[in-house]
C-alpha cells in the first residue's frame, strides 16, 4: 500500500519522501520518491534516524505524514514468540508514536494520517496484531483531540487489502480473498479521508466507502 499511497501522494502534486527496510536498489521502478531511506523501524535507533532524516530532507515541514509501516503474524497468542510480539508492536505502535513525538514541530499546519487496520476492534487469528493496531487507535483519537487546531490528526482503518500482506503473516487463502480491495483504491480513499478538512478523527476505510469513491470519480472524470 505504501507504494500505491505515494504514487497517489506525487500525483496529487506531493513531494514524497519514503522508508522502508529494503534496499533502494529493491525499491518496485514505478516508485515515485524524491528520496528515500533504508531503516527498520523496529529498531529505536533507527526510528529517531528516520526522524532526523525527515526534518532534514524537509527543512523542517511537513505537510502531510502517512505513517503506514506495519506487520502481523496469524497465529495464536502461544504459537507466538517474545520476538515477533515485541517487534509487531515496535513497528505498529512504537514508531509512529515516537515518529509523531518527534515531527510534531515540522507538522504544524499540517496533518497526520495513522494507518490502523479493522482489526483494532478484535482480528481472530491475530490477537498481537489487533492488540497493536488497538492502542494505535486509541493513541490517534487522543492525539487528534491534543493537537485539534494545529496539527489534523486522523486514525483510519482499511479493511482487508490485496497487498500479500495476509499471505505474509501466514493466513491461508480463502475464497474471502477475492473480495479484497485494491491498494490504488484503498491509497486514494484513504488520502481523501486524511487531505479532507473536515471529518471524524477517526475513520474506516470500508468497502462501501472505496466503491462510493471510486464512483464519484468515474462520474467526475465521465463528465468532463
Ligand atoms: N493488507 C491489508 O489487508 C491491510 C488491512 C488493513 C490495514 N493494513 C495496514 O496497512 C499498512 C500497510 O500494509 P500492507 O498491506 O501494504 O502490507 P505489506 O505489503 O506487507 O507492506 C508492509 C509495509 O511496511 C513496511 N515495514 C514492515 N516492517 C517494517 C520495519 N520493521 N521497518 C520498516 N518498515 C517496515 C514495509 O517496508 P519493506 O517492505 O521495505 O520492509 C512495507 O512498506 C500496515 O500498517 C497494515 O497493518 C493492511
Known sequence: MGLSLAQEMAARGYRVLGTGRRAPADLPPDHPLDTYLQADLSRPDEVAAVADWAL?????????????????????LTA???????????????????????????????????????????????PVYAASKGAL???????????????????????PVATGMSERAGRPRNLMDSLFLSPRAVAIALLDALLARRGPDRQVISFLRVGRGLLIRGLTAGGR
Open 56 to 76: 532534514a530532507q524537509t527543512g523542517g515541514r511537513i505537510d502531510v505524514a502517512v505513517l503506514n509501516a506495519g506487520l502481523g503474524y496469524y497465529r495464536p
Open 137 to 159: 487507535d486509541g493513541f490517534g483519537r487522543a492525539l487528534a483531540e491534543e493537537w485539534r487546531g494545529d496539527v489534523r490528526v486522523r486514525v483510519l482503518h482499511p479493511g
Open 80 to 126: 507466538e514468540s517474545a520476538t515477533d510480539i515485541a517487534q509487531v508492536l515496535r513497528v505498529n505502535l512504537d514508531a509512529p508514536l515516537q515518529l509523531a513525538h518527534a515531527l510534531r514541530p515540522a507538522l504544524a499546519g499540517g496533518a497526520l494520517g495513522l494507518v490502523g487496520s479493522v482489526a483494532h476492534r478484535s482480528a481472530a487469528g491475530m
